[in-house]
């Protein structure tokens, strides 16, 4: 391993999702130099990839786009992305060294035009992961549209170095001898944005996801829906049909101790209803159904648009989904239990939605010395004073936003995000240096 | 004069292209006069889209640019801000709204929808040919910042602004802090109790010299905007008899954390008021708080079944009240679940409309069910019943958990799970001319973009003025305001808009009609050039253009809105 | 001029930037339709359009003037109310010269929130500028 390069801000941000990023916005707008981190190769999370958000319907990217486009511009802030903290110390109040590796990217993202020549020249075919898996795409490529730093990508795990993308580019920007960097920072305070993960359904396999193609998740719904979608319609990817009965299975992986989590998502209710009608717009002469246990619409709005969905004709059904099996066709049956008429009934449906739950970020555990940093039961962060400060952690001076606490809608983490700068702020007024 | 504007016409990922035919757009002003580039683009806002904005200004010369998008109210400074950044003047930047008032007002009608947006951004061009570059003026601004209500919301503001090291008023109109949280017994999930809560808030707070208290104190008038807002405050006596003290003070931002009320249910509602057996969750929570013994009793009777009626005075599908009040069914279920322990032989039964304990407080739901809790859900169109049977209460439900089976049980208590609602005294919000929500709670700009913020500048909210909220979802609410009061004022100076009225000197001969209209007093009478005329002080002037109709030989134009360029604008619309 | 320029009347209307502007963008974001040949221009408070405008914008063919007012919730005073309704009698006293019907200027109060209020508004306006103006 190299030796690390030493630099030095007043804040570090982990994971440059709409938490983080509203976080470093915040602090960068007070005066504080900020490093925001994100491993991924794009900033704005998962919001960026979102269709609509409820109850407005607003456009999820006419929200992220301008906002990452005002972080990666932002004259306090720094944006490492492909970029993972490995380690932090605390070494006093007012001094965290936290070592960081920088992958490469094997573009130079200056450079790059984002002109796809070389998405084009590649040869290699993978799944699209910000697709969620519905189409393919190149070993060489722009993660999606909108993506910020809006540059190619060189995928170094399934590149086969035929060099066919380097002899393309108009720019020269593509460099093979790229290699990992290491920092070691420096930095007064600490706001962890690491967000969550959703819950992967081929843990309930009487569901049939991963076997039955006409059984997808709702992130795979939202990208069908999205403006930067994949197909330019909406279709059920076994045969490429247009729907006409769609049913939404709710509580998949939440709510539910058998996969290990008696949470409520707290998002899925809504997401669910919200995908319901930009379907309907969509699909006018679609039937959408929405199997449920409780509908959760608590939010500022919120009861507002579930009953506005109930009247577009979106047909609610509470009952819990058994078991899904497959016809011939593709066709699905889904079995459940009427929880209305205490029966066990059987509907037919061209497609299934499973509205999967949030479940905690794996990657934040161990980056801490000793563990002094806590968990709940979930593996969430635990919030040490969840009703006099909520985003304090139980190292002093790092804090915690959005979900990485547990799960949470777009304007509660927004909410969490200024919570979160609000006390980075005041503890870097508190221990500033004389 | 503009010769040189750039066009950007917006798909919006197709929140515009599916409806306005943004091509169609395009090709009708590409030709209008001044117009020397014309381009659609998938997302104005993008990154690379302001970029290219940039390199286009450069490049081609540029002296206007418009960007025809969504409402100005959500990207009007992102756009001005490109502008700058091609180092034009940011006022020269015209913004056309095709979206909410164009496409999604007109979905319905695609062919009118194009026609119509051909004729905004065509207007937006008539205004831009106009638009002036414009310098806005620097002045100082009041480093204080009030806070209003010192419940959670409020008392959390106050350390968090006294944290940054600013000075910090806070004002509360009862004689004590703490608001509803100080009434609380134990919380979900801490244990802790509200009344310790606040104490230990109270102390840390009390004891900083930045921050100054005003209990028993009510804001009656405010005047002037942000960076300089006048406050008259009206202190109660504390001891009677002694003089009402009134006081002014200047800040330069305010957090509203007003708080909610109780919902409180009509006589008669769910036999409130006519059954003795029947007490609201508030009443009911400080009921099992206070009492101690083995059995629970109210009123001299001792409580073992309790039913639950929830949703009282929320999500209801007539007249207010349509949205749900989101803390109730944790805070009932805690409270149950808490009397269940504390007394002997409790049953509870609830008497639901689905129960909505989001997130963790799922854990909460499964607590009470594994201790035997009984759950009966009821259709919004068939509430229970509650009547009177000699001294019995009896209630009715039709539970459809049940297959909408009729269920009778005798109770011995009856509590309403009553939600949140706005505070009826408004007058904090009509005197600051805070906008309301379809929930009547106070609303925020834009409840993603900027969700603390309100249109009135200078002025945030925080907690549950602007609707329900739990505590540590009002601290967040809370520190976020007061983050952004902060931001406001923090660096001592602000910017004036430079939207000011404008007298043309040749024409105005003094008669004073103006300066009577002004609201603001920003038009004196002075000598120019050997002639009475009005003179704008354009430091006072907030740009509301009061003064231009009333003026009788129309010497007086609102900078940005002169007659010029709206008869232009008119002549391009009709 | 396509099919829904030619059945609906044309009207212009002024809205306020922070007051009923909000709930005329709010009507779109609810798909709340209206006719397509209503426009807006936004003016920071209704006290401050000129009757020259109004009488303007007869001129040159709208049908209808709609002053979206902000009524007692203007952020600029009280004063508001009673200012508005000052510019609508001096613009109602130039149409009575030009003997311009006075139920094609009309008033009201929107607050930012009045979405429904709005479409209701100038639905009703439309109906009866094609009444009394288009009929055949």
């Avoid at chain 1, 393919?136 to 910020?148: D, E, H, Q, T, V």
């Avoid at chain 1, 709702?218 to 006409?244: C, H």
């Amino acid at each position: 391993m190299k030796e690390p390069k030493i630099i030095e801000y007043d804040a570090l941000v982990i994971g440059a999702g709409i938490a983080g990023g509203e976080t470093a916005l915040n602090l960068a707008n007070t005066g504080y130099k900020v490093l925001l981190v994100e491993k991924d190769h794009s900033l704005g999370g998962k919001m960026i990839l979102l269709s609509k958000v409820f109850p407005t319907l607003d456009c999820a990217a006419c929200i992220t786009t301008p906002k990452v486009s005002e972080i990666a511009r932002h004259k306090n802030i720094t944006v490492f992305t492909e970029s993972e903290v490995t380690n932090i110390s605390k070494e006093s109040a007012n001094n965290f060294v936290a070592q960081i590796t920088k992958k490469p990217r094997y573009v130079h993202v200056d450079d790059c035009t984002a002109c796809q020549l070389c998405e084009q020249a590649c040869p290699v075919s993978v799944q699209d992961e910000y697709q969620y898996g519905l189409i393919g795409r190149k070993a060489a490529y722009i993660p999606f549209s909108i993506a910020n730093p809006k540059a190619a990508v060189i995928d170094i795990e399934n590149c086969t170095l035929c060099g066919a993308c380097e002899r393309v580019c108009p720019t020269q920007c593509i460099d093979f001898t790229m290699e990992t960097e290491y920092y070691e920072l420096h930095t007064k305070t600490v706001v962890l944005a690491t967000g969550f993960t959703l819950f992967d359904p081929i843990e309930i396999p009487r569901y049939g996801y991963g076997r039955y193609k006409n059984v997808i998740t709702s992130m795979q719904m939202e990208r069908e829906i999205a403006p930067t979608r994949p197909y330019n319609t909406i279709l059920r990817p076994g045969d490429g049909k247009v729907p006409d009965r769609i049913a939404y299975v709710l509580c998949a992986g939440s709510r539910d101790n058998t996969v290990g989590n008696p949470n409520c998502s707290q998002i899925c209710c809504m997401y669910s209803i919200k995908q319901a009608q930009l379907l309907m717009g969509a699909l006018p002469m679609a039937d959408i159904t929405i199997y449920y246990i409780n509908i959760r619409s608590f939010g500022k709005g919120f009861e507002e648009f579930y009953q506005q969905a109930k009247s577009m004709g979106v047909e609610f059904v509470k009952g819990k989904i058994g078991e899904i099996t497959e016809k011939d066709n593709g066709d699905l049956i889904l079995r459940y239990e009427d929880i209305n008429e205490g029966v066990v009934k059987e509907a037919e449906h061209d497609m299934a939605v499973l509205s999967v739950g949030v479940r905690s970020n794996p990657t934040i555990g161990k980056i801490f010395n000793n563990g002094a940093l806590k968990f709940d039961p979930l593996n969430f962060v635990a919030q040490e004073d969840l009703m006099g400060s909520p985003s304090k952690t139980s190292i002093k001076g790092v804090f915690v936003a959005g979900t990485a606490t547990g799960p949470m809608d777009i304007p509660d983490s927004i909410l969490s995000a200024g919570s979160a700068a609000s006390e980075a702020i005041s503890y870097l007024t508190q221990h500033q240096e004389v | 004069m503009k010769e040189r504007i750039g066009v950007y016409i917006c798909h919006c990922g197709g929140n515009i292209s599916d409806y306005v035919d943004v091509e169609k757009v395009r090709q009708a002003v590409q030709d209008d006069e001044g117009v020397v580039l014309a381009k659609t683009t998938v997302f104005a806002c993008s990154d690379s889209n302001q970029t290219d904005m940039v390199n286009d200004i450069k490049e081609h010369n540029l002296d206007g640019v418009i960007v025809s998008s969504c409402s100005p109210k959500l990207h009007l400074t992102t756009f001005r801000d490109v502008t700058e950044r091609g180092e034009l003047n940011k006022y020269t930047y015209v913004h056309a709204n095709i979206r909410e008032q164009v496409s999604w007002a007109h979905s319905d009608d695609k062919i009118g929808a194009t026609e119509k947006a051909i004729h905004v951004v065509k207007a937006a061009i008539a205004k831009s040919r106009y638009a002036k570059p414009l310098y806005p003026n620097q002045f100082e601004a009041e480093k204080t910042i009030a806070v209003i209500g010192a419940g959670i919301a409020g008392l959390k503001a106050a350390i968090s602004l006294s944290d940054k090291n600013s000075n910090v008023v806070l004002i509360e109109k009862e004689n004590r802090v703490g608001g509803h949280t100080a009434t609380w017994g134990s919380l979900f999930m801490t244990d802790e109790r509200g009344s310790e809560l606040i104490d230990r808030i109270y102390s840390d707070l009390s004891q900083r010299e930045n921050v100054f208290i005003l209990t028993g104190s009510e804001v009656i008038s405010s005047k002037g905007s942000i960076g300089n807002f006048t406050l008259k405050i009206r202190k109660k006596p504390q001891i009677a008899g002694d003089p009402v003290e009134t006081m002014e003070i200047n800040v330069g931002s305010i957090v509203v954390a007003t708080g909610f009320e109780h919902y409180s249910p009509e006589e008669g509602e769910f036999a409130f008021a006519q059954n003795e057996a029947v007490i609201t969750l508030p009443n009911f929570k400080q009921l099992v708080d206070e009492s101690s013994g083995k059995v629970l009793e109210y009123n001299g009777k001792k409580i073992k079944n309790i039913a639950y009626v929830y949703c009282v005075g929320s999500r209801q599908t007539e007249g207010e009240n349509k949205y749900c009040s989101r803390y109730c069914c944790t805070s009932v279920i805690h409270t149950a679940i808490e009397t269940k322990k504390k007394f002997k032989g409790i049953q509870n039964i609830h008497l639901n409309r689905g129960i909505r304990t989001y997130g963790k407080q799922e854990l909460l739901y499964a607590e009470s069910l594994q201790m035997g809790d009984l759950y009966l859900q009821f259709n919004d169109d068939t509430p229970p019943e509650i009547r009177n049977e000699g001294k019995k209460t009896v209630v009715t439900v039709k539970d459809i958990l049940s297959a909408g089976r009729e269920l009778e049980m005798e109770v011995d208590l009856v509590v309403l799970v009553t939600g949140m609602v706005p505070r009826k005294d408004q007058s904090i919000g009509k005197m600051l001319k805070l906008p309301k929500g379809r929930d009547k709670f106070y609303n925020e700009v834009h409840m993603k973009l900027r969700p603390v913020e309100t249109v009135i500048d200078g002025i945030t909210i925080a907690g549950t003025c602007q609707g329900p909220k739990n505590i540590s979802e009002s601290v967040n609410s809370a520190l976020s305001a007061a983050t952004k009061s902060f931001s406001y004022v923090s660096k001592g100076t602000l910017e004036t808009e430079p939207i000011v009225a404008e007298v043309d000197h040749e024409v105005c001969s003094w008669c004073g009609k103006c300066a009577e209209a002004c609201p603001f007093d920003a038009i004196e009478k002075q000598e120019v050039n050997g002639k009475e005329v009005a003179v704008i002080n354009t430091s006072v002037c907030k740009g509301c253009g009061m003064c231009t109709p009333v003026c009788p030989v129309d010497a007086i134009d609102l900078i940005g809105y002169t007659s010029e360029e709206m008869k232009s604008m008119i002549e391009v619309l009709a | 001029m396509t099919q829904s320029f030619n059945k609906n009347a044309k009207i212009l209307v002024f809205s306020t930037e922070k007051i009923s502007d909000p709930a005329i963008d709010m009507a779109g974001l609810m798909k709340l339709h209206y006719p397509p040949t209503v426009y807006t221009i936004t003016v920071p408070c209704s006290s401050g359009i000129k009757p020259s405008w109004i009488m303007h914008a007869y001129e040159k063919g709208f049908d209808g003037v709609f002053i979206a007012a902000d009524g007692t919730d203007c952020v600029f005073g009280e004063t508001c109310t009673q200012k508005t309704g000052n510019v609508v009698s001096m613009a109602h006293d130039q149409m009575k010269e030009k003997e311009i019907d006075p139920a094609r200027l009309r008033m009201a109060a929107i607050c930012s929130v009045c979405s429904e209020a709005f479409v209701k508004q100038v639905r009703s306006f439309n109906d009866y500028l094609i009444k009394t103006l288009h009929a055949e």
